[in-house]
């Protein structure tokens, strides 16, 4: 297999890149940003002429100051570009150290020598050993698998040129990788965790998160067994780690014991009791008769409302309870629960700080032509987007906040926006209603926030009300946008038709004005209203409320549109740009079918990861074999024609078809597509890999 090109990003001045990472090491918060690999070149004819080009890249061995020279080395015969006359006379390679929070370097005179120490916080030197070359190893593996695309496209667009590699190849690799993570398994909680976990712990960090990635999409679940099996014995909680790794390796009875002994020892561990939660919900939804559901979803419902005990503070709790009481289509308690969700800020992953570069080279592999994929960047930028459909704000969620989106939109999917209105309205207080019964019992109108929740409800700042910029602001953003309806740009001339058809939400009653009511209000417990019996909305959710009817706002107006368009023998024109957001906003709602019809309308236009990846998902549902190959030789092109060699849900899919088809036949639909041999070869490197695993299904 060919590596990826070497993108090459050209500096004003030179080491610029470099001062300027040094710079940003004091605000790094996560796992570091992808690697830096710099250059330095002098013109052949002029020796005094040099100049300094950088990229990025994930995935390279960092496991000695050898490798990362090796590296270094390969650069040195890759002259492509603006920059063939010139030759490379040095090399620097930086690799961040998440747990010592140092920048492994590596510099490398051509010809010469090779020098390797370490950069902290405040840009001093200082030696590198071995314990730390260990920590860095680790880092950058579990950083590969973080930082990794998923074959949307959306990862890749991010940074600009990034060369992605796959960190373990092999068993052997696998092996080194697997005795690191042993090694230094119990100070993963210093790598910070997932925006969805309030505070990292043993089993909830970057690094169980990166090893449980990793056994998912190789399938190697006895290794996975074994590594948990040995940490297991230093400590209880890794139980809860060995019976995920079970469950994904169908060995559930055996999984179902390992919690069941694990939660003797430590009955109060919320990690295994969501895990034992999230099991019973799956086998309750795949339950052959409505009294086995109902048994199950009970069971599910005691472990999650026990998980909530245990970390009142940690939004996933909460959220599987929610998720729980969706699924019971206890929708009253759903929203009470959901309402209770702890909300944290959304802690993006750490990105390069670059200065503007001088020049952008970004060169293309022969191996990764293909028409429609090289079309994509010049259609891309001559469309036209609507400004409402670009203006969505759930689009833009990340973290705790589109967790909670989802949970709310499945409750819409499943019994519509008016009847999940009327629910909203039994369980809070309503703006209108309580300004009515204020006024009809001034006496009774106080409210105390702090006891008005559930047991277990955070406290207002924990919750976002206060610290999380986000939910401060929504609210106000929904009524801006409730307010300035009229002068909205409008996606037909009927809209006030069409808009009948969605009710606007009114509401809730903010909790800051129930406090301050309170404080100039005396209460009694002689009278007491009917507000006694509901509860104080959240400002999140209810912003949350107003952001769904904007999507279904959307939603109804392109649909009835659609429908008119037939009616009427006429052609529904969008761009491809619209149609991929259309697609997204119906995949939001849930409305599978409409969001496929949308992904489709985007690729007859033009090349789209993200729509041909939205597509994919549906191919994957319905074990349509020949068409997800399809898809996924498409995307696996993409993502090598953007310098990235690796993407684990890709190979996941692979593996997964090997399993169930068998890797001769897998092997053989690829072969028979009719695209040019380069083309195909990639897709069959990603079935290489699963036969180097020995994945189930892989010949011998």
């Given amino acids: 297999m060919p590596a990826p090109a070497v993108p090459e990003i050209s500096e004003e001045e030179l080491h610029e890149s470099i001062h300027a990472r040094t710079e940003s090491l004091v605000a790094l918060r996560e796992l570091g940003p992808p690697d830096l690999a710099h250059l330095l070149k ?15 890249v994930t995935g390279v061995d960092a496991s000695s100051s050898a490798s990362l020279a090796a590296y270094i080395n390969t650069l040195t015969y890759k002259e492509q570009g603006p920059s063939a006359t010139n030759k490379v006379i040095e090399g620097l390679y930086c690799c961040y150290n998440a747990f010592s929070r140092l920048d492994m370097r590596v510099h490398v005179t051509i010809p010469g020598t090779v020098e390797s120490y370490c950069v902290d916080e405040r840009g001093e030197k200082r030696p590198a050993t071995d314990e730390l070359w260990l920590e860095t190893y680790l880092c950058s593996v579990i950083r590969a698998y973080s930082y990794a695309d998923n074959g949307s496209g959306e990862t890749i667009r991010k940074i600009m040129g990034v060369r992605r590699f796959n960190p373990v190849t092999s068993t052997e690799t696998e092996h080194r990788f697997l005795s690191a993570a ?15 976990v309030q505070v990292p712990n043993n089993v909830s960090n970057h690094l169980t998160t990166g090893l449980l990635k990793y056994f998912e999409t190789t399938g190697r679940f006895a290794s996975a067994i074994n590594l948990f099996e040995k940490l297991r014995t230093q400590n209880v909680e890794v139980s809860s780690l060995l019976a995920k790794v079970l469950f994904l390796g169908n060995e559930e009875v055996q999984g179902v014991r390992v919690l069941y002994q694990a939660l003797k020892d430590s009955p109060m561990d919320y990690v295994m009791l969501d895990t034992q939660a999230e099991f019973l919900l799956k086998k309750g939804l795949a339950a052959e008769n409505a009294e086995q559901r109902e048994e199950r979803l009970k069971m599910a419902q005691a472990c999650a409302d026990r ?19 969706v699924t019971m289509e206890d929708w009253e308690n759903a929203l009470t629960i959901l309402n209770s969700c702890p909300m944290f800020t959304y802690q993006d992953k750490d990105a390069p700080v670059m200065p503007e570069p001088k020049d952008v080279y ?5 191996e990764t032509r293909l028409d429609e994929i090289d079309s994509e960047p010049e259609s891309r930028y001559a469309e036209q987007v609507d400004p409402s459909l670009l203006n969505l704000r759930a689009a833009a969620y990340r973290g705790t906040f589109k967790e909670a989106y989802g949970i709310l939109t499945e409750m819409t999917a499943k019994i519509g926006w008016d009847q999940l209105l009327k629910i909203r309205s039994t369980v809070f207080v309503m703006e209108d209603e309580y300004r009515s019964e204020r006024q009809d019992h001034p006496a009774s109108a106080a409210r105390n926030p702090s006891i008005d929740g559930l047991r277990g409800t955070p406290d207002p700042v924990s919750n976002g009300d206060a610290s999380e910029d986000e939910a401060v602001t929504q609210k106000t953003k929904g009524e801006k946008a409730a307010d300035s309806e009229s002068t909205a740009p409008t996606l037909t001339n009927g809209q006030d038709e069409i808009d009948a058809s969605v009710e606007k939400p009114i509401h809730a009653i903010d909790p800051n004005i129930v406090k301050a009511d309170g404080d100039t209000t005396a209460t009694t417990e002689e009278h007491l209203s009917k507000l006694n019996n509901k509860r104080l909305c959240e400002r999140w959710l209810d912003s949350l409320f107003m952001v769904l009817y904007e999507d279904l706002r959307v939603y109804t107006i392109w649909r009835t549109q659609m429908a008119q368009y037939k009616a009427q023998s006429m052609q529904y024109k969008k761009s491809a740009e619209e149609w991929e957001i259309l697609g997204a906003l119906a995949e939001r709602l849930q409305h599978h079918d409409e969001a496929v019809e949308a992904y489709r309308a985007c690729l007859a236009a033009r090349f789209s990861p993200r729509a041909l990846s939205g597509i994919l998902r549906m191919f994957e549902k319905q074990r349509n074999t020949r068409d997800t190959v399809a898809a996924v030789i498409r995307l696996v092109t993409w993502q090598y024609r953007w310098y990235s060699e690796f993407s684990p849900e890709l190979l996941h899919t692979i ?10 036949k897998v092997r053989s639909i690829i072969q028979a597509t009719s695209l040019p041999q380069a083309v195909l070869d990639l897709t ?6 699963c036969a180097t695993f020995r994945s189930s299904g892989t010949d011998g």
């Fill in 42 to 56: 002098q013109n052949l004819r002029n020796a005094n002429r040099q100049i300094g080009v950088y990229h990025h």
């Fill in 182 to 196: 042993e090694q230094l398994f119990f100070r993963g909680w210093q790598l910070g965790s997932d925006s969805v």
């Fill in 307 to 325: 998980s909530t005990i245990a970390a009142p503070s940690e939004f996933g709790t909460w959220a599987r309870l929610a998720r729980v009481y």
């Fill in 362 to 366: 970004l060169p293309t592999l022969p």
């Fill in 655 to 664: 593996r997964t078809l090997i399993e169930e088809e068998g890797a001769v």
């Fill in 684 to 689: 069959h490197h990603y079935a290489a890999l």
